[in-house]
């Protein structure tokens, strides 16, 4: 619907010449800037409404007390619904462990969370179709609960650090929302991540234009390609650091999968920069041992490293 | 009244804390407003999202960046 349009902008308007590469740069560019900043609109909206009906205190009563297994996939599945955001990590944590949440099933959700969110989901339905975005939420749900299954076996409550403070009252949001208040919670929350991450948005899709345009087919296929094993550790390595920068690098990804990158390790590269924060382990460095810390961050990487292999496998 | 924002100094903790000064010269109130950082009290409190407000002990609101208008509201009659 939208690609017409834009073809006769760039070749009409613009008065562009048909076949030269800079043309198909910024029809790919306009193309796909409009198409995910409307997905994105949209969905994020969609999904703050949704989010209103949940809150970390109910979903902590939902979780505690719940057993292993039907715990951790209640734990990731209310994970992705439920409004987290890193800053909280700690307060949420406390909140789960001493509310008697399992400490596997928080992990779930704490793996959850951060890696099936709706930003990374509208850009990875934009780029690569609806079939990667969901091959994506179904192998990210098994990443957390297959995690917090294996950390709940390993007996490490006590590498959590021990607080001192009076029992936690239980506070659970009183007020009632209205459909009003909903919307206009909508609305807003809509306009603050936009506002965070457009121009990591505009700057991918350039640079995935560019890389759509001027990098020879191909060119990363020995690097990154199927038969190269050390493709996927080492891009979930890479995707640590780049927290908070999903909205960019997907487009990025996008376009270097079509330059020989298997669908595999890009995924787990994804996986990596949403569920494996830095900022996120400094954060929970607080309440957790460096050793806990290390053997989450470690399942996790290896459960990201076996989903790349795997997909690598199968999308043959 | 005492008026505590618990938060760990992220940036929607300092802008609530903002709002909240604002909201007490808007509404007129005697009120002290505190910033609460440390970790074990602000778990001591049940809550799990921040920033959070918190008038003479009771949570009020928890993970939401209340405008001054909507803290008036809370703590008393609206403006002279």
Same mark, same amino acid.
């Given at each position: 619907?939208?690609?017409? *349009?834009?073809?006769? #902008?760039?070749?009409? *308007?613009?008065?562009?010449?048909?076949?030269?590469?800079?043309?198909?740069?910024?029809?790919?560019?306009?193309?796909?800037?409009?198409? *995910?900043?409307?997905?994105?609109?949209?969905?994020?909206?969609?999904?703050?409404?949704? &989010?209103?009906? @949940?809150?970390?205190?109910?979903?902590?009563?939902?979780?505690?007390?719940? &057993?292993?297994?039907?715990?951790?996939? +209640?734990?990731? #599945?209310?994970?992705?619904?439920?409004? @987290?955001?890193?800053?909280?990590?700690?307060? +949420? @944590?406390?909140?789960?462990?001493?509310?008697?949440?399992?400490l596997?099933?928080?992990?779930?959700?704490?793996?959850?969370?951060?890696?099936?969110?709706e930003?990374?989901?509208?850009?990875?339905?934009?780029?690569?179709?609806?079939?990667?975005?969901?091959?994506?939420?179904?192998?990210?749900?098994?990443?957390?609960?297959?995690?917090?299954?294996?950390?709940?076996?390993?007996?490490?409550?006590d #590498?959590?650090?021990?607080?001192?403070?009076?029992?936690?009252?239980?506070?659970i949001?009183?007020a009632?929302?209205?459909?009003?208040?909903?919307?206009?919670?909508?609305?807003?929350?809509?306009?603050?991540?936009?506002?965070?991450?457009?121009?990591?948005?505009?700057?991918?899709?350039?640079?995935?234009?560019?890389?759509?345009?001027?990098?020879? /087919?191909?060119?990363?296929?020995?690097?990154?390609?199927?038969?190269?094993?050390?493709?996927?550790?080492?891009?979930? #390595?890479?995707?640590?650091p780049?927290?908070?920068? /999903?909205?960019?690098?997907?487009?990025?990804?996008?376009?270097?999968?079509e330059?020989?990158?298997?669908?595999?390790?890009?995924?787990?590269?994804?996986? /990596?920069?949403?569920? +494996?924060?830095?900022?996120?382990?400094?954060?929970? &460095?607080?309440?957790?041992?460096?050793?806990?810390?290390?053997?989450?961050?470690?399942?996790?990487?290896?459960?990201?490293?076996?989903?790349?292999? +795997?997909?690598?496998?199968?999308? &043959? | 009244?005492?008026?505590?924002?618990?938060?760990?100094?992220?940036a929607?903790?300092?802008?609530?804390?903002?709002?909240?000064?604002?909201?007490?010269?808007?509404?007129?109130?005697?009120?002290?407003?505190?910033?609460?950082?440390?970790?074990?009290?602000?778990?001591?409190?049940?809550?799990?999202?921040t920033?959070?407000?918190?008038?003479?002990?009771?949570?009020? !609101?928890?993970?939401?960046?209340? !405008?001054?208008?909507?803290?008036v509201?809370?703590?008393?009659?609206?403006?002279?």
């Open positions: 619907m939208i690609k017409p *349009i834009i073809d006769w #902008l760039v070749y009409e *308007i613009l008065k562009m010449p048909h076949g030269a590469i800079i043309s198909e740069a910024v029809d790919f560019f306009l193309y796909d800037t409009i198409k *995910i900043f409307l997905l994105l609109i949209v969905i994020i909206f969609i999904v703050s409404i949704i &989010r209103t009906f @949940f809150s970390p205190e109910k979903t902590r009563a939902i979780l505690s007390n719940k &057993r292993t297994y039907t715990g951790n996939v +209640l734990a990731s #599945l209310l994970g992705i619904v439920t409004p @987290f955001c890193s800053c909280s990590a700690v307060p +949420l @944590f406390l909140g789960f462990v001493e509310a008697g949440v399992p596997g099933v928080t992990f779930s959700f704490l793996v959850a969370s951060p890696m099936i969110n930003v990374a989901l509208v850009m990875l339905w934009g780029m690569f179709g609806w079939k990667v975005a969901l091959l994506y939420i179904g192998s990210g749900l098994v990443v957390a609960i297959a995690s917090g299954i294996v950390i709940g076996h390993l007996k490490v409550e #590498l959590v650090e021990k607080f001192d403070h009076k029992k936690p009252g239980s506070f949001p009183g009632v929302m209205t459909m009003k208040d909903r919307i206009d919670f909508a609305k807003e929350y809509t306009l603050d991540i936009l506002k965070k991450i457009w121009i990591y948005v505009v700057i991918g899709i350039g640079l995935g234009a560019w890389i759509h345009g001027y990098v020879p /087919a191909d060119f990363l296929a020995k690097f990154a390609g199927r038969d190269n094993w050390f493709a996927v550790p080492l891009a979930t #390595l890479v995707g640590i780049l927290y908070s920068n /999903a909205a960019g690098v997907i487009p990025l990804v996008s376009a270097l999968t330059k020989g990158v298997a669908l595999g390790t890009a995924l787990a590269f994804m996986m /990596a920069v949403t569920a +494996l924060s830095l900022p996120e382990f400094l954060i929970l &460095r607080r309440v957790m041992k460096l050793k806990l810390l290390v053997i989450f961050a470690s399942i996790v990487g290896i459960g990201i490293i076996m989903t790349g292999y +795997l997909f690598n496998f199968i999308l &043959r | 009244m005492k008026i505590e924002i618990l938060g760990m100094g992220c929607k903790c300092k802008q609530l804390m903002a709002n909240a000064e604002k909201a007490v010269k808007d509404a007129g109130v005697q009120a002290e407003v505190v910033k609460v950082e440390d970790m074990n009290q602000i778990v001591g409190y049940g809550i799990m999202t920033p959070a407000l918190v008038v003479d002990g009771k949570v009020l !609101s928890a993970g939401k960046l209340l !405008s001054a208008d909507e803290i509201k809370f703590i008393g009659k609206k403006g002279p």
